[in-house]
């Protein structure tokens, strides 16, 4: 099946990411793979039920901004659990595009699927990129919705321009939130997406969501590359010091009986 990745040339494409720090794609993955990505994002809460326990590193947990009730939300990683999600980061048609951007291989990083169920709650205004040691400055985010994206449900804005500049915070390895008038919010543009759609961001690009606020899930699987000359592969490397940062920051907490399953 033919599938069309883009209005866009392949020199436009890679201008408008220079030029904006992002760009989507469209119908890059195809209605029928898109369904079998839906339903395994289905299957996963089920057959992975065990899974999810505040105190396992691989789940992240948001509150429901109407009952206030602390509500799973994301598998990371989710590639070893997930064969189609595997499919998808990994895809030749996903490949080549960001070959394209990067004019060289690029090697995944980070993988997590996001259900963002009715309620939760979204991120504040950040960038991806952090400042740990040998942290790829290549460092992109690719977002591909397994629902539609839209305002309702929260889906991600980004802020164009701003990732020339660089971080925009402290350098001391922390996350942290950008202030609300470091970005000019006339510029804000909402990633509405449908399933099938790609969008990729540079990890200097300045986003955000907001709550879900509507009756639907808002499923996006969130896959993070680098250019294969910044370090090669390092997917593996990654999350065992993100593991280890994690435990630290519980520990603050006293939160102590962590584990990765």
Same mark, same amino acid.
């Given at each position: 099946m033919t599938t069309t990745t883009s209005v866009l040339t392949v020199t436009e494409r890679r201008?408008?990411?220079d030029r904006d720090?992002?760009?989507v794609v469209t119908s890059l993955f195809t209605p029928d793979e898109m369904a079998e990505a839906a339903a395994e994002a289905d299957q996963l809460l089920i057959e992975y039920n065990h899974l999810k326990s505040v105190k396992n590193l691989r789940c =992240?947990?948001?509150n429901n901004v109407f009952s206030g009730e602390c509500t799973f939300e994301t598998f990371d990683p989710v590639i070893d659990i997930g064969p189609m999600c595997r499919r998808l980061a990994l895809h030749a048609r996903l490949m080549r595009v960001l070959q394209e951007l990067y004019g060289e291989p690029a090697s995944l990083f980070k993988?997590?699927? !996001?259900?963002?169920?009715?309620?939760?709650?979204?991120?504040?205004l950040h960038q991806d990129w952090i400042a740990w040691d040998g942290f790829p400055k290549t460092f992109l985010t690719v977002? !591909?919705?397994?629902?539609p994206a839209d305002r309702d449900n929260g889906c991600t804005v980004v802020y164009p321009g701003y990732h =020339?500049?660089?971080?925009?915070?402290?350098?001391d390895g922390e996350y942290h939130e950008l202030p609300s008038e470091v970005v000019d919010e006339s510029k804000a543009v909402p990633l509405v997406l449908n399933p099938g759609d790609v969008a990729i961001f540079s990890g200097f690009t300045p986003h955000r969501s907001d709550p879900n606020v509507s009756n639907r899930w808002r499923r996006q699987l969130y896959l993070?590359?680098?250019?294969?000359?910044d370090g090669g592969d390092q997917r593996e490397q990654h999350y065992s010091e993100f593991h280890a940062w994690l435990r630290k920051k519980y520990a603050e907490y006293d939160k102590t009986d962590t584990y990765f399953e």
């Amino acid at each position: 099946m033919t599938t069309t990745t883009s209005v866009l040339t392949v020199t436009e494409r890679r201008a408008a990411y220079d030029r904006d720090g992002f760009v989507v794609v469209t119908s890059l993955f195809t209605p029928d793979e898109m369904a079998e990505a839906a339903a395994e994002a289905d299957q996963l809460l089920i057959e992975y039920n065990h899974l999810k326990s505040v105190k396992n590193l691989r789940c =992240r947990w948001q509150n429901n901004v109407f009952s206030g009730e602390c509500t799973f939300e994301t598998f990371d990683p989710v590639i070893d659990i997930g064969p189609m999600c595997r499919r998808l980061a990994l895809h030749a048609r996903l490949m080549r595009v960001l070959q394209e951007l990067y004019g060289e291989p690029a090697s995944l990083f980070k993988d997590k699927l !996001i259900y963002k169920p009715p309620g939760v709650k979204g991120y504040g205004l950040h960038q991806d990129w952090i400042a740990w040691d040998g942290f790829p400055k290549t460092f992109l985010t690719v977002l !591909i919705p397994f629902d539609p994206a839209d305002r309702d449900n929260g889906c991600t804005v980004v802020y164009p321009g701003y990732h =020339r500049v660089g971080l925009l915070t402290a350098q001391d390895g922390e996350y942290h939130e950008l202030p609300s008038e470091v970005v000019d919010e006339s510029k804000a543009v909402p990633l509405v997406l449908n399933p099938g759609d790609v969008a990729i961001f540079s990890g200097f690009t300045p986003h955000r969501s907001d709550p879900n606020v509507s009756n639907r899930w808002r499923r996006q699987l969130y896959l993070s590359y680098n250019a294969l000359s910044d370090g090669g592969d390092q997917r593996e490397q990654h999350y065992s010091e993100f593991h280890a940062w994690l435990r630290k920051k519980y520990a603050e907490y006293d939160k102590t009986d962590t584990y990765f399953e």
